[in-house]
């Protein structure tokens, strides 16, 4: 059934992207504009004009779109913190705009999370007929072995948990504290709710490596994952139900 008003809040943080704005905003709009109640455009203070004047004409034909700029820096993990705070939906769509994230999954998740009443529902590359599509071998094969390690310490079925790509029950973002600053938001958005007993589910989606631009992480920055993970793992796990 179709909520009888937009409850979806994207959030949506921008580092230096340009080219690949305005497709994934149009096509967001395009699939799913009825359940968007707004776009929150976090923008990294080292974005160039182009970048704010691609998001200005956005915002003249998608009035959901809502820019900020990013408080704390740096780090895609804090951009995604200050969305939690700023989002008014019932559900909170992680989006990054690099174009690496598949945008044909995010009507599936919706359905997903508004069919099943879930709390968190993870796009998964390693969930058959998902995948990757350029994605760099050596770091191929290290996800890998970290998804089937935490899955075993973890004891969970869901097969990805380090992607950022998810849409959440915004009560449940907000009863928990959360820590990370960088790419490992992806990795403790996951866990986190997962170690408190949230209800997850996970659908397939295929990671495509980005067509301009480049990655702002770098190759030992993807150990911040397994730094986050061990940490979740061993602290005191605290969620206060909200809404």
Known sequence: MQPSS???SVI???????DTLA????????????RIREILAIVSPAAPEETWRILDGLKARHPQ????????????GLAYRQ?????????????????????????????????RGCDLV????????????????????????????????????????????????????????????????GCETTLRPLRAGLEIAQVPTVW?????????GSFLANFRYVHMALKVLWQETRWVPRG
């Not at 497709?23 to 009825?34: F, I, K, T």
């Not at 779109?65 to 895609?76: F, K, R, S, Y």
Request: glycine content about 10%; cysteine-free; proline content about 6%.
């Open 6 to 8: 937009p409850d979806i």
């Open 12 to 18: 949506f943080p921008i580092y230096k992207e340009t």
């Open 65 to 76: 779109l809502v820019t900020a700029i990013q408080e704390e820096n740096p780090g895609v």
């Open 122 to 185: 993870v796009a998964s590359r390693w969930l058959e007929p998902g995948g990757f599509v350029g994605y760099d071998p050596l770091k191929y094969w290290l996800n890998w072995g970290f998804q089937l390690l935490f899955r075993a310490v973890f004891w969970t079925r869901i097969t990805d948990l380090t992607y950022g790509f998810k849409i959440v029950r915004a009560g449940a973002v907000g009863g928990f504290r959360w820590e990370a600053t960088r790419q490992e938001i």
């Open 23 to 34: 497709p994934l905003v149009d096509r967001l709009m395009q699939d799913s504009g009825p």
């Open 83 to 115: 969305g939690y705070r700023m989002a008014r939906g019932d559900y909170l769509l992680h989006l990054d705009s690099d174009g690496e994230m598949d945008i044909g999954t995010v009507p599936i998740l919706i359905q997903t999370i508004t069919e």
């Open 208 to 216: 495509r490596a980005r067509q301009s631009g480049r990655s702002s």
